[in-house]
């Protein structure tokens, strides 16, 4: 009898034992949901949901043509998003991506290489849309442009042996196609270095001030964006005729529309929105789309900027030698 009590209460005991863990799972369950559910809501509350955005872009051309170019994209942001919008008049390409970075500039208009260095320093950069070029003279139609070696027809540089020793002009440490590309595709054309190839180097600070460059005869040649330089022969500043393209890249995804990730989703949905929704319909938002020479924005991910990455990865690889 004494070892029938003895089963019995090691079977009670196991029983009282297995309620007590399946009891403690469930609390532990309970628990982590809870906390999970508190950790979703201390994320949203920590979102940022500011009472004005500021907006900035590369420098392209001259800073009051470009604030009263965005004006109507601005007002339309102004109206999806309740939000006062401030313009922020750059100097660089690193002082937008400063601008993210220390969250003074909450959405932007970048260069793709200018992202990929502001996204990797801050993960939380996120890109959106970019523009759906139309065909013009040197651009193709799409949400992808190259890079252009031009020259003065009227100068002795017909190719790129006879340019060995001469004055190449760059847009900007920062720039794809003025300076990305140049420094990693082309430079295979003259043996690696663009430095030791040209007599001089130099950075102009736009697309459109490098191809005036070649035009005045300042630089003896220079690496320009195809719809940049577009853009400073419809403005009837240069001709054309007067250049010769001596290399053009592969295509490169267009300028990179992005917003901080810290901002409240509800938020990034109105400002992708607001760009996303622009129509040749509305009379301001068409003048727009008809200066920057598109027909619409293309939503448009961090993937498709990876072709930059891994030239990226390649320059920075080149100096470490």
Known sequence: MIHNRRKSSRKTKTCMSAKVTRRGLFVTLTATVAAMGMASAVQAAECENPDELTFAMVPTEETVAELQLYKPVTDRLAKETGKKIQFFMPTSYASVVEGLLSKFVDVAVLGPYSYVIA????????????Y???????????????????TKKSSKFKDIKSLKGTTLGLVDPGSTSGNLFPRVVFSKNVGGDLDKYFGKVVYTGSHELSTVAVDKGKVDA???ATHRFDNVVNKGEVKLDDFNILWMSPAIPQDPF???????QDLKDKIKATFLGLSASN??????????KSNKFVGMSSKDYDVIRDLKKAKDARKKK
């Open 119 to 130: 996204s990797s320093k801050d993960p939380s950069v996120e890109v959106f849309a970019t």
């Open 132 to 150: 759906a070029k139309r065909p013009g003279h040197m651009q193709e139609e799409g949400p992808g442009y190259k890079a252009a070696l031009v």
């Open 222 to 224: 220079a690496f320009v």
């Open 258 to 264: 992005v917003y901080r990730g810290t901002l409240c």
């Open 283 to 292: 009379p301001g938002e068409k003048k727009f789309l008809d200066n920057v």
